[in-house]
C-alpha cells in the first residue's frame, strides 16, 4: 500500500494543472516577527549608508564651491621670484609662446628656449623681414618675399619649404601644415604644403574675379581654408570672404570653393579659425562669425560703434580692442564667446605686447604693466612684472607665470 501512494502522489505532481501554486513553507508566528524584524534593519542600514553619502557628497560639493569662489575672487597684489635665469635677449628680436615654450627670432635665426633659459633648438637664416605664424606647438618662419618657409614645433625642426616664387603671406596649422600667398606676373597663387615641403594643393587667384588676399588661415583639421579678399575698383571696394574646403565635400567644387560672403564698403583684415567648426573675421566695425567644420556658413554678425584697432583669439573667446572713450583709460577690450554674445569688457591705460586667454582669464600685458582679468569677472591681478617685459607664459598653476625680459627669464608666483 506505501508503494501505491507514493506512486499515486508522483502522478498528481505531474499533472498539476496549469496555473497552481506550490505551497509555500510555513512561518511561525515567531519566524515571521524576525523576519520582518531584519528586513527593518536592513532597510534602516541602507538609509543610513545613503545619508552618510548624500552628507559626504554634499560637505564635498560644498568645500569644492568654497574654495572655488574663494579662488574666483582672490585678489593679488604682488608676486616672488621663483626661479631665476639670466638669458640674453638680441636687440630686434622678437619673443612668442611657443607651446610651454618660448621662441625667439630675429634677421638672422631662430631658437626655442624652456623655462629654465635651455635651448631646445637653434636655426640660423639672413632674412629682411622675418614673419612667424604660431598655432600651438607649430610654428613657421619665412621672410616678406623670400622663398623659403622654415617649419618647426617646440621639440624641433619639421623641415623647409621652397615656394620658388616670393611669399607675400602665410600662416601654419597645429598638423603640421602651412598655406602661403604666393607672387606672379598675371595671378596670385595659393599653396598649401607639409611640413617637409610636399604641395598638397594650389589654386590661382586674380583681381579682377576675387581681389586681393590680405588675410588668410587654416583649421587645425587642415582641409579648410579661409581667405579674405580685398576688391577695389575706380568707385568702391568691398571685400569677399571664401572658405575651401580641400576634403572630400570640396572635391566636386570649382577650385575647392564652398562658401563665402561679400561686405560692401567694408576691409576684413583678419580672419581666423577658433577651433575646427569655427571661424571669426573682423572688420573696422564688426565681427564676423561662420560656424561649420565642412561648409562655413554665416552665423552671427556683431556691429560696433567705436573702430576696431586690433584682434585677438582664443578657443572661446575673442578680444577687440577699442581705443577708449571714457576719458581714463587708453584701451577697451570687448571680450565674446564664439556665439558673437558680449561678455565682458575690461579697460587697459597702458601700452600692451599682447592678448591671450588661459583657464578663462584674459592676460593683457606690456613692458611694464600685467593685467590678469576673470573673464565675466574680477581683475585677479593688475601691476608689474618687471621691467621689459616681453612675454608672459602661464603653467598649470593658476598664480604662477613664466616671464622673459631682455635679460633674464623668471618664475613667478602671484601673492
Not at 498528481?12 to 506550490?22: H, L, P, Y
Not at 604660431?134 to 624641433?156: C, E, P, R
Not at 600662416?171 to 615641403?197: F, M, N, Q, R
Not at 569655427?278 to 566695425?285: F, G, H, P, R
Request: proline letters at 3%; hydrophobic letters at 40%.
Amino acid at each position: 500500500m506505501k508503494n501505491n501512494q507514493k506512486k499515486r502522489f508522483s502522478i498528481k505532481t505531474a499533472r498539476r494543472k496549469k496555473g497552481d501554486v506550490k505551497p509555500l513553507a510555513r512561518f511561525t508566528p515567531k519566524k515571521k516577527e524576525e523576519q520582518i524584524e531584519w528586513k527593518d534593519k536592513l532597510a534602516k542600514h541602507r538609509t543610513q549608508i545613503a545619508t552618510r553619502i548624500i552628507v559626504f557628497v554634499v560637505v564635498l560639493a560644498l568645500a569644492t564651491l568654497f574654495f572655488y569662489v574663494r579662488y574666483l575672487n582672490k585678489v593679488y597684489t604682488n608676486y616672488e621670484v621663483l626661479n631665476h635665469v639670466d638669458f640674453q635677449v638680441s636687440a630686434g628680436a622678437e619673443v612668442e609662446l611657443l607651446g610651454d615654450s618660448f621662441l625667439v627670432y630675429g634677421s638672422d635665426g631662430a631658437k626655442c628656449i624652456n623655462s629654465k633659459g635651455e635651448v631646445i633648438w637653434n636655426i640660423t637664416y639672413e632674412m629682411q623681414n622675418p614673419m612667424a605664424d604660431i598655432d600651438g606647438d607649430v610654428v613657421g618662419i619665412a621672410d616678406y618675399n623670400g622663398s623659403t618657409i622654415h617649419m618647426m614645433d617646440k621639440t624641433g625642426v619639421l623641415g623647409d619649404i621652397n615656394t620658388g616664387m616670393p611669399i607675400r603671406e602665410f600662416c601654419v596649422s597645429a598638423k603640421g601644415l602651412a598655406i602661403a600667398v604666393l607672387d606672379d606676373a598675371k595671378v596670385t597663387p595659393i599653396y598649401i604644403y607639409s611640413a617637409e615641403g610636399e604641395e598638397k594643393a594650389f589654386f590661382n587667384t586674380t583681381m579682377r574675379n576675387s581681389g586681393y588676399p590680405i588675410s588668410l588661415c587654416i583649421s587645425d583639421t587642415g582641409y579648410l581654408v579661409g581667405i579674405s579678399y580685398l576688391y577695389v575698383d575706380a568707385t568702391s571696394y568691398k571685400t569677399n570672404i571664401a572658405f575651401y574646403n580641400f576634403g572630400e565635400v570640396g572635391q566636386n567644387k570649382t577650385d575647392n570653393l564652398v562658401g563665402g560672403n561679400t561686405y560692401a564698403n567694408a576691409i576684413v583684415p583678419d580672419i581666423q579659425f577658433v577651433g575646427d567648426s569655427k571661424a571669426v573675421a573682423v572688420a573696422d566695425n564688426r565681427l564676423m562669425i561662420y560656424s561649420g567644420d565642412e561648409i562655413p556658413t554665416s552665423s552671427g554678425e556683431v556691429l560696433v560703434q567705436d573702430e576696431i584697432v586690433a584682434s585677438f583669439y582664443g578657443e572661446e573667446y575673442v578680444a577687440l580692442v577699442h581705443n577708449s572713450t571714457d576719458g581714463e583709460n587708453r584701451y577697451r577690450i570687448d571680450i565674446y564667446d564664439s556665439n558673437g554674445k558680449c561678455q565682458d569688457m575690461v579697460y587697459f591705460n597702458d601700452d600692451y605686447t599682447d592678448i591671450f586667454f588661459d583657464a578663462g582669464r584674459v592676460i593683457i600685458y606690456g613692458p611694464e604693466k600685467c593685467l590678469i582679468h576673470n573673464v565675466n569677472g574680477i581683475d585677479k591681478y593688475y601691476g608689474e612684472f618687471g621691467p621689459g617685459v616681453l612675454a608672459v607664459m602661464p603653467t598649470n598653476v593658476s598664480n604662477r607665470f613664466v616671464i622673459i625680459t631682455n635679460s633674464a627669464i623668471e618664475t613667478i608666483e602671484l601673492q
